[in-house]
């Protein structure tokens, strides 16, 4: 396939994708653009990035350090790319992290807080920060649990260059909608409660390709897709 070819399909599958976002918006009386669209980018070459920013998106999200630092790196000459960090994260990995990402997505430990907060103070930049929370209570699953939130936010607000913005989750992969939906209504609950008490929270990070409808039904102020825009990914 010519380079044009993947460029179409690229901003093809974007607007199809942000269509159905508004189509989704509107069937679950969500209010027009609540709902933003991170680009999941991992394993995808900066060929494919750069296809969707120039379609106009700016919004990308990678799960592994090495290669979030890598394509920010390439693509630093390109303007307002917010860039959310939203994998694992390793003690050894943080200074990585707080150089190149705009976001971090997937916070679930303090002690790692304390390290992004001293990388932070030393590169003078901020963090915007979502706290991962494992809804599913899986074992092998990352995130705290739902009834830590509270007090893992307040120890949270102790570090002053870290702006905690909001929630994400990966839940388990049900084939009971019901189910999948009541963990998501419940995380939206704790979402309101944070919003109520700290204005700069807006941030519910939930829903991936295939459970895009039930998390703009429940709540979801940003999905996540990463195949729908860009294609099945190789086994890594
Ligand atoms: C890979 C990934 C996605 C995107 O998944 P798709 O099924 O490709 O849409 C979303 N969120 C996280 C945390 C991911 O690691």
Redesign the pocket.
């Known amino acids: 396939m010519s380079e044009n070819n993947t460029l179409n399909t690229i901003t093809t599958r974007l607007a199809d994708t942000l269509n159905n976002i508004k189509l989704l918006e509107q069937k679950h009386q969500r209010a027009d653009n609540t709902v933003k669209l991170?680009a999941?980018s991992?394993t995808k070459p900066v060929s494919d990035i750069i296809d969707a920013y120039q379609s106009g998106h700016r919004l990308f999200?990678e799960?592994y350090v090495q290669e979030l630092a890598q394509k920010a790196t390439e693509l630093a000459n390109y303007q307002n790319i917010e860039w959310h960090y939203?994998?694992p994260i390793q003690s050894n990995k943080t200074a990585l992290i707080a150089q190149h990402a705009h976001w971090v997505?997937?916070l679930d430990r303090i002690k790692i807080a304390k390290r992004l907060q001293q990388h932070c103070l030393e590169m003078d930049k901020r963090l915007q920060i979502l706290v991962q929370v494992n809804i599913s209570q899986r074992p092998e699953k990352s995130g705290i649990l739902l009834n830590d939130v509270e007090d893992f936010v307040k120890e949270l607000n102790q570090f002053d260059r870290l702006q905690f913005r909001g929630l994400?989750a990966?839940p388990h992969q049900y084939s009971d909608l019901n189910q999948l939906e009541k963990e998501f209504s419940a995380l939206n609950h704790c979402f309101l409660s944070l919003q109520a008490q700290y204005p700069q929270v807006d941030t519910l990070?939930i829903g991936?390709?295939?459970d895009i409808e039930s998390a703009i039904k429940c709540g979801s102020t940003m999905v996540?897709?990463?195949?729908?825009?860009?294609g099945?990914?190789e086994a890594k």
């Open positions: 991170m999941v991992k999200g799960n939203i994998g997505d997937s994400m990966i990070s991936m390709s295939q996540r897709v990463g195949t729908a825009i860009f099945q990914r």
